[in-house]
């Protein structure tokens, strides 16, 4: 892995991030040896300790003198309920690199449960854009984004589509966007997903339903998502009323 010196500290941060995630480590496992990492990245062990001060800092390791560094807590991409964050920002604040991959994008007959989120009747064929978000190169949230017949009327230009579903959106429709609603709930993958998340079939994940309204309270998107659950939390904070 070659390390770019403008960025070094964050590249081997990232690095060490993704070799913990990719290596399935968990609490007490330990890393390689300092030298081994320095050597494999090209850089100095100065610069190396200076990136594991920092994921000490975070708790992420623990480095114990004489005997090596051990992982403390395995390092999740946390996501709030409570407003709204793209994928994208969600997986750099974590320390990784945002990958997307379009799988498929296809007109077809969608399932009762999106017609009745979209208002759109059972014969209507519906867009739907299938997509995988990775962090680096480990996949963690794989969606499937319905649009509702307004979306096709506004000829939008699916080549300016960067992965980032709202933005694309708010700034291709004539009518503001207004809120999303989302149910989240545990669930077993399935296996014509757990492929994608490279997940074996029954794994609990995260999965999120999500519908996009503009201000005039008009459904545009519908989303099934589903969330590796092993290194994505989702939190939310509820406040207590005592008038």
Not at 59 to 79: E, L, M
Request: some cysteine.
């Amino acid at each position: 892995m070659a390390i770019n010196t403008s960025r070094r500290l964050h590249q081997v941060k990232a690095y060490l991030l993704n070799y913990i995630s990719q290596n399935q480590l968990k609490r007490n496992d330990q890393l390689p040896s300092e030298a081994a990492i320095a050597k494999s990245l090209g850089v100095s062990r100065n610069t190396l300790r200076e990136a594991y001060i920092s994921l000490e800092n975070e708790g992420i390791i623990v480095r114990r003198h004489g005997i090596g560094t051990f992982v403390a807590h395995p390092p999740v991409i946390r996501d709030s309920l409570n407003e709204f964050s793209p994928f994208a920002k969600l997986i750099q604040d974590s320390g990784y690199k945002p990958n997307f991959q379009t799988l498929s994008m296809d007109f077809v007959l969608a399932s009762i449960e999106v017609n009745d989120a979209l208002n759109t009747l059972p014969s209507k064929k519906l867009r739907c854009i299938k997509r995988l978000v990775l962090a680096e190169q480990q996949p963690v949230i794989y969606v499937e984004d319905y649009f509702a017949p307004a979306v096709e009327e506004a000829a939008l230009n699916w080549d300016d589509f960067n992965g980032n579903m709202v933005h694309f959106l708010a700034v291709s429709l004539d009518s503001p966007l207004h809120q999303i609603q989302s149910r989240i709930r545990a669930a077993a993958i399935s296996p014509d997903i757990s492929q994608y998340l490279e997940l074996a079939a029954g794994t609990p994940i995260l999965s999120v339903r999500s519908t996009i309204y503009t201000v005039d309270n008009r459904p545009v998107t519908y989303s099934k998502i589903c969330f590796n659950s092993t290194i994505v939390e989702l939190d939310i904070v509820r406040i207590i009323r005592t008038t």
